[in-house]
């Protein structure tokens, strides 16, 4: 019973590299989101799918992109990896959207740009 | 912005005793709030919801109150236990917006035996 599988769990970048995040999940959700969470900060949405085929930005999008070609999989990718995008990334889904029912999270990509 | 807001960034309290956690929110459209729990290199975890036709919504040690005039919720942990030593977030988000929801910064909890 795997929930939401992130990988990597730690990756160290050079300024200017870019980058795939994975996420799966393997409970035939049809949401599915990107956070990142900053130290002494909430959770901030990069990215949504609300299906396969379908993405929208999210309050902080800018330096990402992602892609929604499968149900299970919602890859996020930085192409010119910048200091500011130091964080830790939270993939999450759902099977309804957010009005009314909780998201179940992976344990995170922590991601350090030097 | 910070619509959710988690003033107090930790609280430290003793086995069996009551832990209380709050958190603020400014925007009124607000109308869903629920509470994770995170454990250290772990994702956080759902705990406990409210919808804000309620005030009040218990599961078991867990007890969520909502003050919809103050915009103020909170979370009371009856009795605490050193398991509960965690991060908990609150979160928010509004009825026809579907794809945003907001979070505080987070409070840690310490339960010392």
């Known amino acids: 019973n795997a929930g939401v599988t992130q990988t990597p769990k730690f990756r160290i970048l050079k300024i200017g590299q870019s980058m795939t995040l994975q996420c799966a999940q393997d409970?035939?959700?049809?949401?599915m989101y990107w956070y990142r969470q900053d130290p002494g900060m909430g959770l901030k949405l990069i990215y949504y799918?609300?299906?396969?085929?379908?993405?929208d930005k999210g309050e902080v999008p800018n330096g990402y992109n992602v892609s929604r070609s499968t149900t299970e999989d919602f890859p996020l990718r930085l192409e010119l990896a910048a200091p500011s995008q130091t964080s830790v990334y939270f993939c999450?889904?759902?099977?309804?959207?957010?009005?009314?029912?909780?998201?179940?999270f992976g344990d995170g990509t922590r991601l350090s740009i030097l | 912005d910070q619509q959710v807001k988690q003033n107090s960034p930790s609280l430290s309290v003793q086995e069996g005793r009551i832990s209380i956690l709050n958190c603020d929110y400014t925007?009124?459209?607000?109308?869903?709030f629920l509470w994770y729990k995170k454990y250290p290199a772990e994702g956080p975890t759902f705990l406990i919801s409210i919808s804000s036709i309620k005030d009040k919504n218990e599961d078991g040690r867990f007890t969520v109150f909502l003050n919809k005039s103050a915009k103020h919720l909170s979370l009371h942990i009856v009795p605490s236990q050193p398991g509960d030593s965690a991060v908990y977030f609150c979160a928010a988000s509004a009825s026809g917006n579907n794809n945003d929801m907001r979070f505080g910064a987070g409070t840690r909890l310490t339960v010392k035996p």
């Open positions: 925007n009124s459209m607000f109308d869903y």
């Open positions: 999450a889904s759902s099977y309804l959207g957010l009005s009314n029912q909780p998201q179940h």
């Open positions: 799918s609300v299906g396969a085929g379908i993405t």
């Open positions: 409970m035939n959700h049809n949401y």
